[in-house]
């Protein structure tokens, strides 16, 4: 499985960016995708995710109303849209997939860190004040 990201930069405070994450290797439709961030310092974190149903969504709480995660199967691809960037929101972006199809859709199974067994190689998103 190799996840490949991209859509990082440099935004001010306010602005967006797209980010996409592009899997190979395996049926894509069939397992959930996330996005998570690690800032320098600080322990990777969830931002949102996205199951294989194509069920509910979910976000951290700190992304809740400005960040929407979607897939486009036919692509491959997961995207997250981040609006109202923050400063805070400075981090590398990861994208990654768990080790198991048709997972059971819920909090617990889409948003924990240990639930993925593939990861993307990062974007970096930096956001000036």
């Known amino acids: 499985v190799q996840l490949q990201a991209s859509g990082g930069g440099l935004v001010q405070a306010g602005g967006s960016l797209r980010l996409s994450c592009t899997a190979s290797g395996r049926t894509f439709s069939n397992y959930h995708m996330g996005w998570f961030r690690q800032a320098p310092g600080n322990e990777r974190e969830f931002v949102a995710a996205?199951?294989?149903?194509?069920?509910?969504?979910y976000y951290a709480d700190s992304v809740k109303g400005r960040f929407t995660v979607s897939r486009d199967n036919a692509k491959n691809t997961v995207y997250l849209q981040m609006n109202s960037l923050k400063p805070e929101d400075t981090a590398v972006y990861y994208c990654a997939t768990v080790q198991e199809a048709y997972g059971v859709v819920a909090a617990t199974t889409c948003n924990g860190r240990y639930e993925y067994a593939y990861w993307g190689q990062g974007t970096q998103v930096t956001v000036s004040s």
């Open positions: 996205t199951p294989w149903s194509g069920g509910p969504t």
